[in-house]
Each structure stands twice: as C-alpha cells, then as structure tokens.
C-alpha cells in the first residue's frame, strides 16, 4: 500500500462515491417495466431491457479488469462507471420510449462494468486478508445509496412524476462523478500482465466455483425481486409511490444483513452454508409472492428477498476474491462478475417468455424450483478450502 494514501480518508470518499453510483443505477429502476407496459410492450420486451442491463456488463467486465490491471489503476474507471451511468439517465430521458429504454438499459449495464474496479479499488486500502470482508463493506455502501434513493424519489414522484426519477438519478450520478475525481488510490508495484496471470486467474477452482453459484444468484434475483415483482405489485393495484417502498421494504432488511453478515455471520458460518440458506429463503420467497392478495403481504415478503439477497450475493462477492492476491483482484473480480451477468441477461429474457406463456404465477414457481436445485448446488460447489499466504507466494512465480 502507498503510504502517501490515507486509507480512512479514501477509503470513506469512496464509499460515499459508491452510495451515490448505485443511487443513480437503481432510483428509477422500479418505474422500467409499469413505463413499458403503458408504452404497450410485452414481459418478453421487458426481459429484454433487463437482459441489456447484464449483457453489457458480461461483455466488458473481463477486458476492464485486464486494462485495470495492465495500467495498475482502478479509479479512472471508477470515473468512467459514474459518467456512464449519468449519460444512461440522460439516455432514458431524451429517448423516452421502448427501444430508448433498451439503448438506455444498455448504457446503464457498461457503468455497472466499472464495479470491478470499486471493489478493488476499495479493498486494496486494507490488507489483503480483510478483502472479503471490506468488500462485503463496500456493498452496504452499495445497498444504503439505493435506499437513499428510494426515499427521496418518494417525496420527488407525487410532485413532478415518474420522469422525475430520471432527472433524480442523472444529479446522484453527477455528483458520484466529479466526487470520484478526487479520489486517491495506492499503487501496487505493477510490471504489466502476464497471459500466465490470466490463466492463473482463470482456473482458481474457488473462483470459478463462485461464479457459477453467481449465475444461478443473478437469475433468481433479476427474475423476481429485482424484476418482475414490480408485476405483482402492479396487479394488486400499487400507485407509482408504492413502488418504491417496494424497494425500500427489501433494502432495509438487506442492509441490516449486511451489517450481520460482516459482524457475525462470516466469522460463525461458512460461505457455503450461508449461500444455501440464502437460496432456500428464495425458493420460499418465490412460492409465496404469487399468492399474495394485498400489498401489505408482499411488503413484509421483501424481507425475505432482501436476506436472499445478502446471503448469495453479498457472500459470493466478498468469498470470489478469497484466494486471489491483491494485484490480479481486479481480473479475477472482472472474470466473476461476467460470468454472472450471464444469469443477469438470460434469466429476465426466458422469464418474459415463460410470463407470456404461462402467466405470472407460474413463472414465479418455476424460479422458486430453480433456487431450491441452485441452494443443494451451491452447497456441493463451494466446499473448496481456502489456499494459505504460501500458495499464493509460489503462485506468483510459477
């Protein structure tokens, strides 16, 4: 670490950077599929949009990940992540309609690319041994800026309308921008990448374990909760204000298992038990929210979304790194976070073809047998012990 860098102070600049980056990613995402469906566009259309989100990122974040590393700096990506994310709020402003939404959704997914470098950037201010857990840190972060947002969209819709989640995101993502300019960052001794150190990356067996479970996380996730629930929620008659308390229902509960899962849970259980669990309280999740009557009964249900969420997601993150050194993190946090962008783009897409097959209701089941397998896999492909600080030293010289 450069100790011309104060880690508490850049370390804190950028976790506010980080709030205010998925402000802006996620304020407006609850109004995507009601606005496509007023605009007459069918589940399969807003599969599609959804898809874009994950398709983008599935592309670019390996190759952002490798120029990270060629470069040794993180945080003029962390830039770039911000400026794309304001020109995606821009996007669905100026392009207000199906295909803009699509363009938009798109644009949106290539910021969200830049994640990789927020995680690395962010644990490289700590030891290497503390990665999983500061990354862990870093999305509460992640989790507190959407609830933010969802908040203040709430008092902004009644008065100005939906567009004006829109406008609300494109200022949170401005200032996520010209904050992160200020950034500082430690350099590693760099000597540029090595294709050995890509290979090296590539076939860590603890890695590619997480990603894996990371697809079958994202596909439940994009399905349902960060999907199609707005669907539900539309046909028992939520106003455009209920939706974000939609979110906030789930949020709330996802930050308060953030903090649990970084104080307690990831020193008392292992990974594994802890992404199984969160997949069970999934399939329970998805079962349950079709049958629903009222909107009270699917805002207590978020509960259960929101800690489905923070014991896959928020475990695979922090673990997908663990037997990684700190200069190829940002390859390996590439490599994982592409793959599971491709249950991020498949899941919403085959999702919209079996809602306009089958119903709502039917989808929703199917999802919940899909998580019940994805808990029993995850369970066998995570039972991988952890590498020591000697294997990696040799690793290095191989």
Known sequence: MNQNVKPGQSARLLFYVTALFWCAQYSYTQYVNPELQ???ANALFMGLVAGAYGLTQMLLRIPLGIIADRIGRQKPFVVLGSLLSAMACAGFLLMYSPYGFLISRGLAGVGSASW??????????FPHHEGPKRISHLNAANMSGRLV??????FIIPLLGVKSAFTFSLAAALLAFFLSITLKEPRHVHQGLRMKDIVLVARDKYLIACSIVGILTQVVAFNTYYGFTVNIAKRLG????????????????????????????LSRFSARVLVCAGFVTGAVYCVLVPMTQNMTQLLVLQILAGSSSTLTFGVLIGQSVR???????????GFYQAVYGIGMTLGPVLMGVLIDSQGLNAAFFAVAGFALISGFLSYYLLNIPPKNQMDLKEEAYE
């Open 38 to 40: 007023r605009m007459g």
């Open 116 to 125: 990789v470098s927020f995680t690395v950037l962010y644990s490289a201010y």
């Open 149 to 154: 947002g969802f908040f203040l969209v709430l």
């Open 238 to 265: 939520a106003q455009d204000t209920m939706l974000s308390w939609l979110n906030i229902a789930m949020l709330i509960p996802t930050i308060l298992m953030n903090l649990l899962l970084t104080k307690t849970l």
């Open 323 to 333: 037997d990684i050194k700190q200069e190829l993190r940002a390859v390996a946090m």
